[in-house]
């Protein structure tokens, strides 16, 4: 697997990969991570098209799930 971009951002660490014909798209927050991933063959622009996926939108929405996940593991780390 290896990055072929980084989308800069104020919040987020955002990288793309490409592994196994596969672009995939990391979002990092903190201690979080969310992955998407989209065949090579889906994607007719390249990464250009992948960055432009990333969109204010998707990044809200990832937002509320990692405020989600840090609840969950908040949770779980109550019951060690």
Request: charged share 30%; net charge neutral; glycine share 4%.
């Amino acid at each position: 697997m290896r990055v072929i971009a980084d989308i800069p951002h104020s919040r987020y660490k955002i990288q793309i990969f490409l592994y196994n014909a596969k672009y995939l798209v990391k979002i990092e927050l903190g201690q979080f991570e969310q992955i998407f991933k989209i065949a090579e063959a889906d994607v007719n622009g390249g990464v250009e098209e992948v960055k432009r996926m990333v969109t204010d939108q998707l990044l809200h929405n990832s937002l509320e799930r990692f405020l989600s996940m840090r609840t969950d593991w908040e949770e779980a780390f109550k019951n060690k």
